[in-house]
């Protein structure tokens, strides 16, 4: 896709600034793709990428971030702008360094894995190595935060802690019948691990959808990246993101090795979802509200604005995130905060994850689906939403995208 881009792009006049800016700054980017690969060669990258992270170099480049004329926004296709391209690139491989060295790190002590991917039958035993490695490499003052939080977030569900008991109105119910799918999605001893009480009513509800096999239920380091993955506070969504866009746009291969562990681990929570009969969701509508005021962002707004119409591929590389509830989109309810445009898709396979949220976003009824979607954009088309501040109505920009049967690239 970027390819075809580019050749777009060199028919599309420049100054001899930003001609200039452009070449310095993919001069830097070259060079941080080295560096980030020197680190890869060794046989524990983290301290080279810490290393890289706080270097000159990276330092070069975000200050020249920050120096992108904002005039190259107002252009009518900024995404064919040469600029405009490397500064996308260098915010994205920034933001993904960034992420895997400051916020992974944080919680993590990650190291390369050593497993491959398999055949089928080889598939379970792949699964158990990974699990032994997250486990290995969760700090375990983070293990038991992550823990705690999903503790507080199960308790607001359960009727045992309200007065009214067990009454059957549909809100209590709807109640009992998540926590029965969690106890029929997780495995016994990993939900016993996290300490958790619940009261008969559910279990007898979890027997409904019969005896799940043990190999598609959560194992313990699927649960823990899937709450980690959903959690308000830990950024892990970011680090996650960055890192699947700099490896499918921008060919970097270093920094998704070092975070092969989690991300396996959130993959096999994901598909284990999307196939359970509870929290599995098939082509249904799900909204994404979009800050899109960043370099990168200007850049895949017009992707999207070049893409509408004409069947033209748009991949979604990372794990797609999003609410099935419109009115809960954060075009609508965080219009204020710059969430100006936002994305209505089709999914053809999902999972609703509402109830894996910390109290402070549980109910935004987020859906979450696999990595790898490629969609096309049908329309775009105003839509009015609320604004927080003032109490009137603003109107944001709504793409609508359906899944590619296939495409013209």
Not at 166 to 183: D, F
């Amino acid at each position: 896709m970027l390819r075809n881009i580019a050749k777009l792009a060199t028919h599309y006049p420049q100054t001899k600034t930003s001609q200039r800016f452009a070449s310095q700054l993919n001069s830097r980017l070259r060079e941080l793709h080295e560096k980030i690969n020197e680190a890869g060669s060794t046989p524990n990258p983290i301290p080279k990428l810490r290393e890289v992270r706080i270097s000159p170099l990276y330092g070069e480049i975000q200050e020249m971030l920050e120096e992108v004329n904002p005039e190259i926004m107002k252009q009518p296709f900024p995404h064919l702008t040469p600029e405009l391209r490397t500064v996308a690139h260098a915010f994205t491989l920034c933001h993904a360094l960034d992420g895997v060295t400051s916020i992974m790190c944080d919680h993590f002590n990650l190291k390369p894995s050593t497993q491959t991917n398999g055949v089928e039958a080889d598939k379970q035993d792949a699964r158990k190595a990974n699990d032994l490695a997250f486990q290995e490499q969760i700090k375990p003052e983070f293990e038991e935060e992550l823990k705690s939080t999903f503790r507080l977030g199960w308790n607001k569900f359960n009727p045992a802690y309200s007065n009214k008991g067990y009454p059957s109105a549909p809100k209590e119910l709807e109640k009992l019948t998540r926590m029965a799918g969690v106890l029929s999605v997780v495995a016994p001893d990993v939900l016993a691990d996290f300490d958790v009480s619940y009261p008969k009513e559910a279990l007898e509800l979890a027997r409904k959808w019969g005896d799940i096999p043990p190999e598609m239920q959560l194992n313990k380091s699927e649960l823990l990246a899937l709450i980690d993955y959903v959690n308000s506070t830990t950024s892990t969504f970011n680090a996650s993101t960055g890192v699947a866009l700099a490896r499918d746009y921008y060919g970097q291969k270093v920094l998704p090795v070092v975070m092969q562990v989690f991300t396996t681990a959130l993959s096999g929570a994901i598909e284990k979802l999307c196939a359970h009969p509870y929290f599995g969701r098939a082509d249904i509508k799900a909204y994404k509200g979009l800050k899109l005021n960043d370099p990168a962002g200007h850049f895949r707004l017009g992707m999207l604005e070049a893409a509408v119409g004409n069947g033209k591929l748009i991949p979604y590389p990372q794990i797609l995130s999003a609410t099935s509830n419109i009115h809960l989109s954060y075009a609508a309810t965080k219009y204020h905060e710059g969430y100006h445009y936002e994305c209505e898709f089709t999914l053809k396979k999902a999972c609703d994850v509402d109830i894996f949220h910390d109290t402070h976003t549980k109910g935004e009824m987020e859906v979450i689906a696999p990595a790898g979607q490629k969609f096309i954009v049908t329309e775009k088309k105003p839509r009015d939403v609320p604004d927080m501040d003032t109490g009137g109505v603003q109107m944001v920009t709504q793409f609508v995208l359906v899944p590619a049967e296939k495409s013209n690239f």
